[in-house]
């Protein structure tokens, strides 16, 4: 089925621990982004690719950096975890310009929780 | 200031009555789009619908329709006959033009509990 894959689903890292988490995309979007939902905040953008090649930060930057590996695929690092970074991770895809809703296309998410 | 105001943090209905959720938004752009988000307890983002700040009708989907209010800058999702299954969390999201550092980028309120009752 078409849409976003994101791995893992569920991981527990203790503090100081790194991770990757991976999304890739197969609707030849253009877009990826990696958002973080906490409890009563809504979704939070970290960083985002508006094409392959570029990243820009968000609105959450700090203790997360991003790889565009290609046009499928966009990763999240954490390089040292920390427990101010439990929360859930939405990868999403979107076109760069058009009509509509863009297309705008969510995966199921990532449960990281940091002890 | 907070680009999506959701002022309710929960709404109760009871089944197979209407329900409206409130959503305003702050933008200068006038090229938007407005989005509306379902998340139920297994946690994936469900899109329900879409209003373009050009469109001239509100937008409807099945039972879901967007009261767009550009003046007012409010686009309150209207759910008719409700059921028991649309108990979840609401997201109000706005994606402004296409103007260079916020490019693609959704901007989502903080949700809407709803619990919908027998």
């Known amino acids: 089925n078409a849409g976003v894959t994101q791995t893992p689903k569920f991981q527990v890292l203790k503090t100081g621990q790194s991770m990757t988490l991976q999304c890739a995309q197969d609707?030849?979007?253009?877009?990826m982004y990696w958002y973080r939902q906490d409890p009563g905040m809504g979704l939070r953008l970290i960083y985002y690719s508006a094409s392959e090649g570029t990243t820009d930060k968000g609105e959450v930057p700090n203790g997360y950096n991003v790889s565009r590996l290609n046009k499928r695929e966009f990763s999240l690092r954490l390089e040292s975890a920390a427990p101010s970074q439990t929360s859930v991770y939405f990868c999403?895809?979107?076109?760069?310009?058009?009509?509509?809703?863009?297309?705008?296309?969510f995966g199921s998410g990532t449960r990281l929780t940091v002890v | 200031a907070q680009k999506i105001t959701q002022t309710q943090p929960g709404m109760f209905v009871q089944e197979k009555e209407a329900v409206t959720l409130d959503c305003t938004y702050d933008t200068s752009d006038p090229s938007y789009g407005l989005f509306w988000y379902k998340q139920p307890s297994s946690g994936e983002m469900i899109f329900l619908i879409y209003q373009g700040s050009y469109d001239q009708q509100n937008a409807t989907e099945g039972r879901y329709s967007l009261n767009f209010q550009k003046a007012r800058k409010s686009a309150n999702l209207v759910i008719s006959a409700s059921q028991l299954g649309d108990s979840a969390m609401y997201f109000c999201?706005?994606?402004?033009?296409?103007?260079?550092?916020?490019?693609?980028?959704?901007?989502f309120g903080r949700g809407t509990q709803l619990t919908v009752w027998p």
């Open positions: 999201a706005m994606r402004e033009g296409n103007r260079g550092s916020t490019l693609g980028r959704l901007y």
């Open positions: 609707m030849n979007h253009n877009s």
């Open positions: 999403a895809s979107s076109v760069l310009q058009g009509e509509g809703n863009y297309g705008y296309t």
